[in-house]
């Protein structure tokens, strides 16, 4: 089942946060979070295991909570080059056996 | 460099033909995948491979067919039985599938459209 994400859409100004949310229906190894521009293909963003390590490129955040079914992206202090649609990929308790299921996306536009 | 090359970038079919995209790595990764992107969909798994001569469906494989006679290719076959097959397609792959916690590089997809 594809996890959940919200809000679908948001729209923002430059320098202002956001947080992106990923629920899952159930238990999760880990959730990978992807960005992609229009047309381009998606760029690695950040991986959360089951134990909160975290392993990413940039400088956004990410939660997993205890529950270990959701995941929230944060972006701080918002760039333009933030805009995007950003995936989650959650991969189940039983580690990558049937790889990566994405959620259908969250569209955010950064304004100047 | 290394990475991963889809081609072509767009494809135009008629309907009831099978057509082939393109698949090939060269970053020595053992997991390949296929997905399918539509508008409001997200990224829906197609098939998967873990290592050469080996691979399984994912959640939307019917229509397709795919092979992985070598660690670097994995091409996939749209056939005519697949019903609504315009779509972008984008082919990963992974240094490892089991207990995967390492990230997946996308190629740049393949746009195809059925007229």
């Known amino acids: 089942q594809q996890p959940v994400q919200s809000p679908q859409a948001v729209i923002l100004r430059e320098g202002e946060d956001a947080v992106i949310n990923c629920s899952s229906s159930?238990?999760?190894?880990?959730v990978h979070w992807y960005r992609q521009k229009h047309g381009e293909a998606p760029v690695f963003l950040m991986i959360?295991?089951?134990?909160?390590e975290q392993k990413g490129h940039e400088k956004i955040s990410a939660s997993i909570k205890k529950k270990k079914q959701q995941s929230s992206l944060y972006l701080t202090a918002s760039q333009l080059s933030y805009s995007g649609t950003y995936f989650c990929?959650?991969?189940?308790?039983?580690?990558?056996?049937?790889?990566?299921?994405f959620g259908k996306g969250t569209h955010l536009i950064i304004q100047p | 460099d290394g990475g991963i090359t889809q081609s072509p970038k767009y494809l135009f079919r008629k309907e009831g033909q099978n057509v082939t995209l393109s698949c090939e790595q060269n970053?020595?990764?053992?997991?390949m995948y296929w997905y399918r992107q539509d508008p409001g969909q997200g990224l829906r798994l197609i098939y998967y491979?873990?290592?050469?001569?080996?691979?399984q469906k994912g959640d939307i494989a019917e229509g397709y067919s795919v092979s992985r006679e070598k660690k670097e290719s994995f091409p996939l076959t749209v056939t005519s039985a697949q019903k609504n097959p315009t779509a972008f397609y984008l082919c990963?792959?992974?240094?490892?599938?089991?207990?995967?916690?390492?990230?997946?590089?996308f190629g740049q997809g393949t746009r195809l459209t059925v007229v």
């Open positions: 990963a792959s992974s240094i490892n599938l089991l207990g995967l916690n390492t990230e997946a590089f």
């Open positions: 159930k238990a999760l190894y880990s």
């Open positions: 959360l295991l089951k134990g909160g």
């Open positions: 990929g959650t991969e189940g308790a039983g580690g990558g056996a049937d790889g990566l299921t």
């Open positions: 970053l020595n990764h053992d997991a």
């Open positions: 491979s873990q290592i050469v001569n080996d691979f």
